[in-house]
């Protein structure tokens, strides 16, 4: 009360998780500007938070409490209560060769490590990886696929513009970015951000648009999970950049019909190595 000069009243005990206790408060201190999701409720994301935070400290220590509670919850009790204990203090994992239902590998607990390589504003979030001490005469051994979904889509659907942006050892999620939002709005967006203004999610956008449509996902949910994760589009704008992604990579949108055809006919598809996928 003393940080915010306001006073709130619930029925129940407040629950800094609650989405309907938060955008309680959120209308009680914040008189404009407020986002809205697709469904006509108050937005309570993490970027939605950040902008509160500019004007309504207490906001600001939502966004702290949600991190440490998620680290916690995460990382440190599991890693405590049931990957180590007093006999065992080195945690194992298992690994599944094809875990997860796209066919990928997957693993406990150690897949949803922190990066090592992230933004400066982020980095308690990589304090779990000081967990992780190689035994003696060790050392720990990271690797990671380099963009593995779009390398098999360009192949796949043999997309020519694709396949030499990687064969050139180039992004294809930037070049995707260039097409969708134009050359000088990347490189403006990207000067902005190198200067400390603005985050550069002009890539971002062009990631989650290539995977949406990869994995299946029509236009309607794609608008919804971008306007959520971000702000300053609307369903058109949404809509606009679907269209726009398939007519300019026509390969892709021919190579999803194909799969899509096969698993009508069939009920599955066979991949490359002539396994079925249902």
Request: charged share 25%; net charge positive; glycine share 4%.
């Amino acid at each position: 009360e003393d940080t915010c000069k306001a006073t709130f009243r619930f029925e129940e005990d407040f629950s800094p998780t609650s989405s309907l206790h938060i955008a309680h408060i959120i209308n009680t201190l914040i008189f404009d500007n407020i986002t809205y999701t697709s469904k006509g409720k108050v937005a309570t994301s993490r970027d939605c938070l950040d902008i509160y935070a500019n004007t309504q400290p207490f906001f600001l220590y939502l966004k702290q409490l949600r991190f440490f509670e998620k680290q916690l919850n995460t990382y440190y009790e599991p890693f405590i209560n049931r990957y180590t204990n007093e006999k065992q203090l080195r945690a194992k994992f298992l690994l599944y060769q094809t875990g997860a239902k796209t066919g990928r590998f997957s693993a406990e607990l150690i897949q949803t490590m922190p990066k090592t390589r992230i933004k400066h504003h982020e980095t308690e979030s990589r304090q779990i990886r000081k967990a992780f001490v190689p035994a003696k005469h060790y050392k720990l051994l990271t690797i990671d696929y380099s963009q593995i979904e779009m390398r098999l889509l360009a192949h796949f659907s043999n997309c020519k513009i694709l396949i030499n942006e990687i064969n050139l050892g180039k992004d294809p999620y930037l070049l995707i970015a260039k097409q969708l939002f134009g050359e000088e709005v990347i490189e403006n967006a990207q000067k902005i951000e190198a200067d400390g203004g603005q985050r550069f999610m002009h890539r971002e956008v062009a990631k989650l648009l290539c995977l949406a449509v990869m994995y299946g996902m029509g236009k309607n949910t794609f608008a919804t999970t971008l306007m959520e994760r971000l702000q300053g589009f609307s369903k058109v704008d949404c809509y606009e950049l679907y269209d726009m992604y398939l007519e300019t990579y026509p390969e892709i949108r021919q190579c999803m019909r194909m799969y899509e055809d096969q698993l009508r006919a069939n009920s599955c598809i066979r991949v490359q190595l002539n396994s079925k996928r249902m």
